[in-house]
């Protein structure tokens, strides 16, 4: 299991990803390294399936030489809303549900929304 600080580094790197005007600073490479570190802390969890399916299918898009750019934003706003349904989960500390919030702003951000 991912350490405590490998945690909150990837819920910066996240929110890192986009600055006050809401401009993208980040590579397509950047983004799949933070999906892969991201899978390494939700694998097997059964709370954030759809999180990873998603991750995966937008790690796959990423890679490729033109990612579609409607499929891509598509899969931003899913990973937001499903983020977000995560941290509405019971399961879920305080602390963490506001940092989910943020990465699922910060999703959404990314889409262009």
């Known amino acids: 299991?991912?350490?405590h600080a490998l945690d909150q580094r990837l819920?910066?790197?996240?929110?890192n990803l986009t600055d006050d005007n809401n401009t993208v600073l980040a590579?397509?490479?950047?983004?799949?390294?933070l999906i892969n570190?991201?899978?390494r802390v939700i694998e097997g969890n059964t709370a954030t399936q759809l999180?990873?399916?998603d991750l995966k299918e937008l790690r796959?898009?990423?890679?490729?030489?033109?990612?579609?750019?409607?499929r891509v934003k598509g899969?931003?706003?899913n990973l937001a809303d499903n983020t977000a349904l995560?941290?509405?989960?019971?399961?879920v500390q305080e602390q963490t549900e506001g940092k989910l919030d943020d990465v699922a702003f910060t999703l959404r951000t990314l889409a262009g929304l």
Do not use: C, H, K, Y
């Not at 590579?27 to 390294?33: H, L, M, T, V």
């Not at 898009?61 to 409607?70: F, G, H, Q, V």
């Open 37 to 39: 570190n991201w899978l």
């Open 75 to 77: 899969l931003l706003l």
């Open 60 to 70: 796959d898009e990423l890679t490729l030489d033109e990612p579609d750019a409607d």
């Open 11 to 15: 819920f910066e790197r996240t929110n």
């Open 51 to 53: 999180i990873e399916a």
């Open 86 to 91: 995560v941290a509405q989960s019971r399961n």
């Open 1 to 3: 299991m991912p350490s």
């Open 27 to 33: 590579s397509p490479q950047d983004g799949i390294d």
